[in-house]
Structure formats: C-alpha cells, structure tokens
C-alpha cells in the first residue's frame, strides 16, 4: 500500500486504522476536472494527476471511530479540507514558511507528510490526506525558494527534490492554485 511503501523515516511505521472516502462538493470537483483539462491540453499529455500525501493539524476528533461531523475550530485543518479542499489562504497557518514558496504541499513519501500531521494529544489516532494533484509539467527544484508564487513559465508545478545544493531530505510536489488539488481520502493511523 501507498501508506506502508513510501514510509522513509527512521520513525517507527505508522499503522492506519481508518481509511474515510472524502466528497467534495460538485462545483469543486467542476473545477478540478477543468483545471486538468486545460493542464492536459497545455503539455499535450493524460498524465497530469498524481495521488499524494498532505499532513495537517486536526484540532478536533473527527475521524476517530464514529465522529464524522466536522468542526469548526479555527485551524483545524483536516475539517477545513473536508468542508472546503484545499486553500491557499491557509498558506504558512501549519508550517510557518514555505521552501518553494506560497504553494500547496505534498509528498509521495508518506512518513515525510506525516511530520505535518499534528493531532490532540489525547488521541492515538494521527489524520493524513491522499489527495490527488495535477502536477502536469514539474519544474525541479534543490534549492530553497520561499518567495515564490508560481512555477517558472510553461510549468504547472514545483518537484523539490534532495540533492544537489539543497537541504530537502525527501520529495515533495508544490501547486500554486486551490484548482490544481482535491482531497481523496482521510487516512487515520496509529
Ligand atoms: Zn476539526
């Protein structure tokens, strides 16, 4: 599973528990499929999606056995992803800063989101997001670009990748646009 094989870190294996179907409402879905048509039509290519992982705060108990209503604390990310997808207007609120810049993150590595993945202190259970993502034509990148705000021209996404001058440990997929990610599924583990 996409979970268990892409777990890199030196950390202790996380084991999921719950795995939740995550609906986003249509318009949403409208415009994902939109943005992906025009994504496809750019670089002449049906391979523009990727699944991959995003790590959140979650500052309630949604997702543990039988709690499916969503919050409304202020940051709680995973109910905010539910309720809305994804959004840049969060930019920084979980991380402080971004290396490629005002984006939104993922990673195929799993273990590398769930170092976001911040949850109550009283819960075993950790949340994690699969989302899927049209990455399209990826820029790579080594090096740090916290001011960033799109990919260089004629690219739809950032690819930060270990190596070279740069201090990134692990991959990790950036999109500049709300349009360009759609959250999949919640994945809850211990
Ligand atoms: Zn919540």
């Given amino acids: 599973m996409q979970f268990r094989d892409q777990w890199k870190h030196d950390t202790t294996m996380g084991v999921v528990k719950h795995v939740y179907l995550v609906v986003v409402g249509c318009g949403q879905r409208e415009t994902y499929e939109n943005y992906k048509l025009m994504v496809e039509a750019m670089v002449n290519s049906r391979g523009v999606e ?12 949604v997702g543990e056995p039988g709690v499916t209503e969503l919050c409304r604390t202020q940051n709680c990310g ?31 590595v799993s273990s590398k989101a769930a170092s976001y993945s911040k949850s109550l202190k009283n819960s075993p259970l950790t949340a994690m997001f699969l989302a899927t993502v049209v990455i399209g034509r990826t820029q790579t990148l080594h090096r740090n670009s916290p001011n960033r705000i799109r990919p260089k021209h004629g690219y739809n996404s950032v690819h930060g990748q270990p190596g070279g001058a740069g201090k990134l440990n692990y991959e990790e997929y950036v999109v500049y646009t709300d349009d360009a990610i759609v959250p999949s599924y919640l994945v809850m583990y211990e």
Avoid: D, M, P, Q
């Fill in 78 to 108: 995973v109910c905010g992803i539910v309720r809305t997808s994804f959004s840049l207007a969060y930019y920084k609120k979980n991380t402080g800063w971004g290396r490629f810049g005002r984006g939104l993150y993922t990673s195929e």
């Fill in 50 to 61: 990727k699944t991959l992982w995003h790590g959140t705060t979650r500052k309630c108990s």
